[in-house]
Structures are given as C-alpha cells and as structure tokens.
C-alpha cells in the first residue's frame, strides 16, 4: 500500500512538473507577449526622449553638443520676438561673482572716541575698579614701584590719546579685518539711509590696535608691561562700525535678484543661424532659447505631435535590431525570454542617459552610460553580429534620449563594437579584462577627434578622458557582475559557465569512471574527436566536447547492461526478451537526463544525453525480436525499438552522434587501415543520413564529410599498431 501510494505520489509531482515547464514554453513562445514586450519598451525609451523633459535648468538638449559642427539644416529665421537665455553655466557664474562682489554691511556706532578717553583717563586716576580698568590691571599698576609708577601712567595716557586720534580718523570694527574679502565695505548709519563706501586701508580692528599699542609700550617701557597696558587700552575703547550680517545678506539677495537671466533680445525675421554657418556658444545659446520659447508656446496638441515623433523615431531605431533578429535570428526573436533580456539593456540604457541629462554635474556623466558592458554580455551570451546590431540600436537610443547627440551616439557606437568583438571568442573569465583597452580606444579615437573639430577647451576634453578611463577600467567588472546574474537567474549557459563543468574531476563524471570504467574510456574518446571534428568546421568545440562528456551518464545506473563494462562477465542481455533489452538501453536516455538535472547540469549540456542517439533504431534487439516474431508468427512495434529523441538540434550534437558511432566502429573493426575505417563511417553515416536524423540541424553534407575526414585522422593515430619489440636471450644459470 506504501508503495501505490508513493508511486502515486511520484506521479503527482512528475505531472505538475511537465505542466510548469508547458505553460513556460507557451510563455516563451506567446506571439501576444512578444508584441506586448515590443511595444512597452518602445513606450518606456519614448517617455524619456526631449518632448516630456521640461525643466528649464536642464537647458535644451536638442542642441546640447553641437558647438563647432556645421548648420547643415535650412537657415532658421526668428518668427517672433524672444529674449535669449543665458546658459546655465553662465548665469551660475554671474549669480556667484554678483554674490562676492556684495560689500559687507556695518551699521555707524555713535560712541565717541574723545568720550571714551576723558573717561578712560579719569578711571585711571582713580585706581578703582570700572569699565577700564580690572582688578587685575587695578594689582598690576600698584605692584608698579613708585619710582616707576609715574613714568607709566605718562606713557599710558599717551597711547590711549594717539589711539583715541586714530579711532576717530579711521573706522574701528569689531570683526577681524581679515573677514573682509572685499577692499571696501559700507558704513551705514542707524536709519539705513545713508551709506558711504569705506576702503579697507581705513579700518582697523583689536588685533591691529593691540600690535600698534604694544610697539610703543615695548619701545617706552619694554615687555614686562605691555599685555596689562595693551588690555586697559582695549577695554576703553568701543568700536564705532559693527558688523551686520543681517544688511549684508538682504544686500546679497538684491544683487543676486539683479543678475539677468537673458543676454539679448533676437528681433522677428533675425537670422538665428545660416545654413553651413559654424555653431559657436553664441549661436548655441540662441537655439536653446528659440527652441525653448517654441516648446512654452506650443499647446498640449502640438507637443503630443511631439510624442508620437518621438515614437515614430523609436520604432525607426528598434527596427534596425528587431528585423535583425526576425529575419537573421528566429531563434532569439521567438524566444521571449531571450528578447526580453535584450529589450531590458536598450530600457537601461535609455534610462541611464536620460539621467545624465536631468542631474545637475558639470562633469560630462553621459560617457557612462554602460553600453560596452552590455554589448559585451551580449556577445558572450549570443554571438558578435546579435551585440552589433544591439549596440547600434542601444547608442543611437541614448543619442536620441539625448536629443540628437551625435557625440555620444558614435562614441558609445564605437567602444561597444570593440568591447563585443573583443569577447566573442572568451574562454575564460580573465580575458574580459583584456576589453580595456580597446574600449578606452574606442571611445577616445571618437572624442579625439572630434574635440579637434570643435576646439573644445582642455579642461573639458581632460574631464571626459577622466570620465572614460574610469568606465573602461570598470566595464569588464560590470560585465562580470551582470553575467554572473544572468546566467544564474536565466538559467543561461554560455562558454564561461561552459569552463566549470570541463574537469573530469566532477562528480558525475569521477562516478561515472567507478561504476562504468568502459563507458568512461569510450566518453574521452568521443570528446577527443569530437573536439577535432568540431574545429574543423567552425563550430563550437568547448560545447562539443563538454557535452560529448555527459551524453552517456545514464548508463550509470545500469552499467553491467553495456558491452563496453561487461570484463569477465556474461552478458545479462542473453536472459532477457529483445524488446525488455532494448527498453533498459532506451530508459538510459531517461536516466541521463534526470541525473543531470539532479546534479543541476546546464540545459546545453543536458541536450546531448537524449540527442546523440536521436530516434535510431536499436537495431541487434530488433533484428533478434524480428527472428522470433517469424517463429512465432507475430507483429512487433519498430518504435518499441527506437530511441526516444529528439534528434539532433544543432552541429555540436549532430558531431557528438556521429562521433558515437565512428568510436564504436574503430573498435568492433580493430584496425588503422584508412580506407576500412572510411567505408565503415560511410555506411553509418549514410544510415543516419536516409534515417532523417539530421533534418532538425543546419549541419551541410560538406560538414559531415569534413568531420569523417577528421575522424579517420583522429581514429587511425588511437588505434595505431605497435611493433613487436624482441625479447633479451635468457642465460644459461
């Protein structure tokens, strides 16, 4: 009862999980998804072309980058009267020198100088504790012997005479003079009314008083006195300007106010540029103004107009790789989940310009728009032509999100083709690094280039090399970060993963090797000359030889089946029935494909276990079963006999297949004859050939000709006869 119940059970879960993978196959290949996928990213990329982005401090990026280039449009004549705004640059740098250019406020003291010395004389007359003098400097002038004692007070009255004379000739402010970054400040008087405009050579402040009074003391008295003397001068005399922060940042806020925001007026029928003219920052400022005032005065009708140009521009863009892959790569377009990917890095990279549009840097942010990377990914992921087309698709997007920017489009152009075509052929995740290199070359030819046409200045054209070098040092670690998520995400094999599972050290192949030692010895044969086979016709030879590793691992489960592992043993097929001898050869199939998805094996790979066997015929336990139906007057099923499929799908299973058969050949004739093994392949492939086996793969009777050439190269230097060396004469004893 246990049983039936787990074995129900089993199905349950065997029926769910071939109804998951149905209904993501019907995904995959859902005509109505694949339009929804197209028009949605046509949609989102439109949204941030130039019609929806309408903050004005962004400028205009119709005309962003185009200084220096020819006016090659008809000459634009003003239709109406508009004022021409400064660039932002410009206005920026106006509003902070009018900010520094504000004078500093003080507001007029009325606190007398000849007041504070009367007073500040009659309290040292006094000896008693007041405004001028401390109980500290009250102690320090009766410490004084009395000899000196007059002596001092002479000198005393006479420093704060001489600077009670210059209180009043200059302005003493109670802030350090070295506050004051202007040469001049503004005196007011209490009311704010009147103002008067004081240079800095006649202002004085404690620091330079204390330096004046000390000079004197030290000259009159020496240094023993001069800290008290110094401080009983400070303490009777009050600043006559102060500081007012309050006046000073409503005079800033005027002055900022009165910046203009507009250099000049163009008048209606005034020539904005001619046609040839060359586009100077001028004449740049001009369009951005012209087509600024167009965009305002527009009614909403009119800038719909604009969307759907826009999106009409979009769809021109995205035909250059969708015809592509419609026409040249069925196999991506009708694939959603692969069509998805690519429509995701033409939205990230419309994104990601338009960001460097609306963030206020004056670095030029554009030149990091990850295009190499993406372009890279895609070679790695489908081939060098499928990431050209998508790299033009990606760089004219961010040059149209831009508006029009032909810099950036043909300098992301060029650095993503030389970053695809530098990985089309990795192996190993270190030769990513080697990318970069050519992408600083691609980008740099470019700006070069045309920084010589349009003059551009040496501090800008410094700050977009910095800019580059930093995304091509970084672009191969993007590269890497991103295939990493995508292969396991996506559940996508490329040759980097391909390297992982290319070790005889894996598991599934060192079990493979204890329980079917003969199967193991003819599996590293297959993958030697598959491999061979594979190169010579220009396919992939890491995939062939990776896959002509596992094809056979089924056969673990029952190895002692297999003639290739029965070593001194009987052949356990003699027991059985053909038909249940051909069903324990055909379930190995089966078997190999559940023990690869167990050991989590890529799907490339797991495609070679039902493949090289195709649907053929099993022909030794059909011939058998023919016998006895005759004897016995009976009719057998030909497809009890044939393996399940599919057949092959591709040149790199179509080799392993025929690499199958070829090593078993060599074997059964036990010969390095060329022209034996020749005709021996001939007849087998043939066989495969008029069995229809090859219908499903483009493999070319010129291909399978090529690979039995390099078979008989391959199987005729294995099997090699070796000489019959002599043996020593033995002595006598």
């Known amino acids: ?71 090659n449009e008809p000459t634009l004549i003003a239709e109406k009267d508009f004022a021409v705004l400064k660039s932002q640059d410009v206005y920026k740098e106006e509003l902070e020198k009018s900010s520094q250019n504000v004078l500093m406020v003080f507001q007029k003291s009325y606190n007398s100088p000849e007041i504070d010395l009367q007073r500040a004389l009659a309290e040292i007359r006094l000896y008693s504790p007041s405004r001028t003098l401390s109980s500290k400097n009250i102690a320090f002038l009766e410490s004084i012997p009395v000899n000196d004692k007059k002596e001092h007070l002479i000198t005393l009255e006479k420093v704060l005479i001489n600077t009670a004379s210059l209180c009043n000739k200059s302005y003493f402010v109670n802030i350090p003079i070295s506050n004051i970054k202007q040469n001049e400040i503004s005196i007011r008087n209490t009311s704010n009314i009147d103002e008067i405009i004081v240079s800095k050579h006649n202002v ?8 004046y009074v000390g000079k004197i003391i ?51 029928g005034e020539t904005i540029v001619a046609n040839g003219q060359r586009i100077t920052k001028e004449i740049q400022a ?8 167009r965009y305002l005065t527009f009614d909403r009708s009119v800038s719909w107009l604009m969307v759907l140009g826009n999106l009409g521009y979009m769809s021109v863009i995205y035909s250059i790789l969708g015809l ?38 004056k670095l030029p942010l554009h030149y990091a728009v990850i295009i190499p990377s993406l372009a890279m990914i895609t070679a790695i992921l489908f081939d060098s032509r499928t990431a050209f087309y998508t790299t033009l698709t990606m760089a004219l997007t961010a040059a149209g999100v831009r508006g ?68 091509s040092a970084f672009a191969p670690l993007v590269t890497f970060g991103l295939l990493f998520v995508v292969e396991r995400a996506f559940n996508i094999t490329t040759n980097l993963r ?98 690869a998805q167990e050991y989590k094996l890529p799907n490339r790979i797991i495609n070679f276990i039902p493949t090289h066997h195709g649907t053929l015929l099993i022909k030794h336990f059909y011939a058998e079963a023919m016998e006895d139906a005759q004897e016995q007057g009976k009719e057998i ?51 495969r050939i008029n069995d229809g086996q090859f219908d499903e793969c483009d493999i070319t009777l010129q291909d399978i000709n090529r690979i039995k050439m390099s078979f008989i190269k391959s199987l005729s230097g294995i099997h090699h006869h070796r000489i019959k060396y002599k043996e020593l004469p033995q002595e006598e004893d």
């Open 218 to 268: 030290v000259r009159e008295l020496g240094e023993n006195a001069i800290d008290e003397l110094t401080d009983i001068v400070l303490r009777s005399l009050s600043p006559t300007a102060l500081y007012s922060k309050q006046l000073t940042d409503e005079s800033r806020a005027l002055a900022i106010q009165s910046v203009p925001r507009y250099s000049t007026i163009i008048k209606r």
């Open 286 to 293: 001009k369009l951005n103004s012209y087509y600024k005032s």
């Open 204 to 211: 004085i402040d404690s620091q330079w008083i204390r330096a």
């Open 324 to 361: 592509f892959l419609f026409f040249l790569r069925p196999r991506i377009f009708n694939d959603n989940l692969q069509l998805l990917g690519l429509n995701l890095a033409i939205i990230v990279v419309a994104a990601m310009a338009w960001t460097s549009v609306i963030m206020p840097s």
């Open 1 to 71: 009862m246990a049983k039936v119940k787990e074995t129900l059970f089993s199905k349950l879960q065997n029926e769910e999980a071939d109804t998951q993978i149905i209904h993501q196959q019907e995904w995959r290949n859902s005509l109505f998804i694949r339009i929804v996928i197209i028009c949605v990213t046509l949609i989102i990329c439109t949204l941030f072309y130039p019609s929806f982005i309408q903050n004005s401090d962004t400028g205009n990026i119709h005309t962003s980058n185009i200084i220096g280039i020819l006016w």
């Open 637 to 687: 099923d030909e497809n009890d006999f044939r393996y399940p499929g599919p057949k092959p799908n591709s040149k790199e299973t179509a080799i392993v297949m025929l690499a199958d058969v070829a090593e078993a050949l060599s074997r059964s004739l036990d010969t390095d004859d060329p022209d034996i093994i020749e005709e021996a392949l001939d007849n087998a492939f043939r066989e």
């Open 498 to 595: 391909l390297q992982e599972f290319d070790n005889l050290s894996h598991p599934l192949l060192t079990e493979l090797s204890e329980k079917a030692p003969g199967t193991y010895q003819h599996t590293l044969t297959i993958a030697r000359i598959a491999e061979q086979a594979a190169t010579v016709i220009g396919a992939d030879a890491l995939l062939t030889k990776v896959g002509a590793f596992y094809h056979d691992i089924g056969k673990i489960a029952k190895a002692e089946y297999f003639i290739e592992n029965q070593i001194n043993m009987e052949n356990k097929h003699n027991r059985l029935q053909p038909k249940k001898s051909a069903s324990i050869i055909r379930d190995h199939v089966q078997e190999g494909i559940e023990l």
């Open 404 to 471: 029009n920017d032909f810099d950036i489009g043909l300098s992301m152009l060029s650095a993503g083709m030389l970053g695809a075509y530098t990985v089309r052929d990795v192996q190993n995740r270190t030769q990513i690094f080697r990318s970069i290199f050519f992408i600083f070359i691609g980008f740099a030819v470019p700006i070069l280039s045309l920084a010589c046409i349009k003059i551009i200045e040496i501090n800008v054209l410094m700050e977009q090399i910095l800019i580059i070098a930093l995304h």
